[in-house]
């Protein structure tokens, strides 16, 4: 009587630790700020800090701009001799043929539009990662939510236990087992929590926020996506995915080298004007020109043309590749998006009523006497896991969705 005295009184500690986190968390939540899917991306655009790195680089861009529209100096030159005449200065100054400086400044807007191309796969990725992290907060937080019940369900099967004990009806070996059962809910729960607190960080850092920062999600596990169409996330992908973007922005800056090399080949003139003066015997002050020019005889970037000519072919082979690819990763990721949503259905629908209603029988048998009490702890382990498995197949629901909406490079929601 002694023993089962104690053991009632640590079920009861136990509740009552588990009632105090629960309502800790509950204040928590009630405190934290409320957060949707579509404000969390919001604020990723704006404060990742990654993302704001990598923005920095449109100034180097914009500067290599201007380095290119910028024109040769002229050279000032003075020499004084014994031979007449004694002094003289004159300036070089260099005069590009030819649409050369334009072909710099078309090639540095093509490597500056390379740059925002790279800004815009970050971004994409950034987005997927966000939506990660979410709904990797929001399984987290159904899993807190399922261990807690869990916990419920074997401290309501421990006060049956004790309840069939005091009368006499079953061994208090059942009472012991029953104990166990709510030891074992009891860690799962704050185990549950501490993950919890993980995930919270790991999307707290995608936003740049501070780690204490808390978030009511708005968006459930269960709001899932609106499954496209096929045919147009193939269009979609061809006109936004990262990759294919990337490398039709290559080839542009190729041609734009390729144009360059060209106009290359025209040698710059060179134009002299200067004064020569102290010639005693012949004049004073005597104005001087020259003008010369390089002889592309043996170097017309015969080698550089050639280079950026076949790699300009590559890039176009790897295009289509490439293209073909994607379309092979969109069909691919489609096809996931839609095995997960059926699954997802079917434990909706059918498995977790099922594994309700089993674990519900069970206890009322335990209660009436009509089944022993492994049966009802194999009912609330199958359930449980039902309810664990469920979750997870809606978060593999929107991790496909985000897998997808990544591999076509657009927003598809």
Not at 109 to 118: G, S, V
Not at 284 to 290: E, V
Request: proline share 4%; net charge negative; glycine share 4%.
């Amino acid at each position: 009587m002694f023993a089962s005295t104690c053991l009632a009184l640590f079920v009861a500690c136990g509740a009552a630790l588990a009632a105090t986190a629960q309502d800790s968390s509950s204040a928590s939540t009630s405190a934290a700020q409320k957060l949707t899917l579509a404000q969390a991306l919001d604020m990723a655009e704006r404060q990742n800090l990654d993302l704001v790195a990598a923005r920095a680089q449109r100034a180097v861009s914009a500067a290599g701009v201007r380095t290119a529209e910028e024109r040769p100096n002229p050279t000032g030159n003075f020499n004084a001799l014994r031979d007449d005449p004694h002094e003289g200065w004159w300036f070089d100054m260099p005069i590009e043929l030819s649409s050369k400086r334009q072909k710099r400044i078309d090639l540095a807007h093509a490597e500056e539009a390379l740059t925002d191309d790279d800004i815009s796969a970050l971004e994409k990725q950034l987005r997927q990662n966000v939506r990660d992290a979410f709904f990797a907060l929001a399984l987290a937080r159904g899993v807190t939510v399922e261990k807690n019940d869990a916990l419920k369900l074997a401290q309501r099967l421990h006060d049956i236990a004790q309840q069939r004990f005091d009368s006499g009806d079953v061994p208090q070996l059942e009472v012991f087992q029953a104990e166990l059962e709510v030891s074992q809910a009891q860690a799962d729960y704050q185990v549950a929590q501490k993950e919890e607190k993980v995930a919270l960080n790991e999307l707290n850092v995608l936003l740049s926020e501070p780690p204490s920062t808390d978030w009511n999600l708005l968006n459930p596990l269960s709001d899932l996506p609106a499954e496209p169409a096929l045919n147009s996330l193939l269009t979609s992908a061809n006109a936004a995915n990262a990759e294919l973007q990337r490398i039709a922005q290559e080839e542009k800056v190729e041609q734009s080298q390729l144009a360059l090399y060209k106009v290359d080949r025209i040698p710059n003139l060179t134009l002299s004007l200067g004064v020569d003066y102290a010639s005693p015997h012949n004049f004073r002050y005597g104005p001087r020109s020259a003008a010369s020019m390089e002889v592309p005889i043996f170097s017309r970037d015969q080698g550089e043309i050639a280079g950026s000519s076949a790699n300009l072919i590559a890039l176009q082979d790897q295009a289509l590749a490439t293209r073909r690819a994607v379309e092979g990763h969109v069909e691919s990721a489609y096809l996931e998006l839609d095995s997960r949503e059926a699954q997802a259905q079917l434990y909706r629908t059918s498995l977790v009523p099922a594994s309700e209603r089993l674990e519900s029988m069970a206890e009322e048998s335990y209660r009436a006497g009509k089944a022993n009490i492994l049966s009802v702890l194999d009912a609330q382990k199958n359930v449980q896991q039902v309810r664990e498995e469920y979750l997870q197949s809606l978060f593999a629901v929107q991790l496909a969705f985000a897998q997808l909406e990544e591999t076509v490079g657009a927003p598809l929601d």
